[in-house]
């Protein structure tokens, strides 16, 4: 069983900038959410996938919006990049099957540095 | 909104011995889970122990027990005969069992605590 994968480990990018982060869901997981990680910090969640669709959204602005494809990776894009967006961004998956406990698995995060 | 406050930034504890890490949180909430997750260096996100609110037992997994005080708010966790490897960032979370705007397992960290483990 595969687990949850990011991609790239580091980026650097300048202010104004647009960036895509990547993430590869565990096998058999339905559901990718992204969370924020300043530094210091803990995690703040961004939004979360499921089948495709938008399925919750925390408190960031309409620059930070998402994709989930068929196969259920998914990527994070940032537009318009301001230097306090640097931050450790994290996905995790999980499967949704209805109500109840559905654990979210991590993958080990895109360290994002804005000059 | 619900909050989760960890107010040690930075434990220590020798090799062999007990820490007990704080967390309190703030809900008015009556169905939810509790976690404490565990970051390494290599920055991933794991999971090392869960409480659903409506066990009144605490939960156990081997050396990592919790102290979960519904009334009071209060979820410590225990790490017992600690080794070199659990020193990292614990992150104590929330989540809601409330679907709030169909998003489900949304994740509320607290800002965690650093803990040391001395050979």
């Known amino acids: 069983e595969t687990g949850v994968t990011q991609s790239p480990t580091h980026l650097i990018k300048t202010r104004g900038q647009q960036v895509t982060l990547r993430c590869s869901s565990q096998?058999?997981?339905?559901?990718v959410s992204w969370y924020q990680q300043a530094l210091g910090q803990g995690p703040q969640f961004i939004f979360q996938?499921?089948?495709?669709?938008?399925?919750g959204r925390g408190n960031f602005p309409p620059r930070f919006s998402g994709l989930q494809f068929p196969n259920y990776s998914s990527e994070l894009n940032v537009n318009a990049l301001e230097l306090d967006d640097s931050a450790l961004y994290l996905c995790?998956?999980?499967?949704?099957?209805?109500?109840?406990?559905?654990?979210?698995?991590f993958g080990p995060g895109t360290r994002l540095t804005v000059l | 909104a619900q909050t989760v406050t960890q107010s040690q930034p930075e434990m220590s504890v020798q090799e062999a011995e007990t820490v007990t890490l704080s967390c309190t949180y703030d809900?008015?909430?009556?169905?939810?889970?509790l976690f404490w997750y565990k970051q390494p260096p290599s920055r991933q996100m794991i999971l090392v122990i869960r409480?659903?609110?409506?066990?009144?037992q605490n939960a156990t997994e081997n050396r990592f027990s919790v102290n979960f005080q519904k009334a009071a708010k209060s979820f410590s966790l225990k790490i017992s005969d600690s080794q070199l490897g659990d020193a990292a960032m614990y992150f104590c979370?929330?989540?809601?069992?409330?679907?709030?705007?169909?998003?489900?397992?949304?994740?509320?960290f607290g800002k965690g605590t650093k803990l040391s483990v001395k050979p």
């Open positions: 996938y499921y089948r495709e669709e938008e399925n």
């Open positions: 409480q659903e609110a409506y066990k009144q």
């Open positions: 979370a929330y989540r809601s069992e409330t679907n709030y705007g169909g998003s489900q397992g949304n994740l509320i």
């Open positions: 995790a998956s999980s499967l949704i099957r209805g109500r109840g406990y559905n654990e979210q698995f």
């Open positions: 809900t008015s909430e009556s169905d939810y889970y």
């Open positions: 096998s058999g997981h339905n559901t």
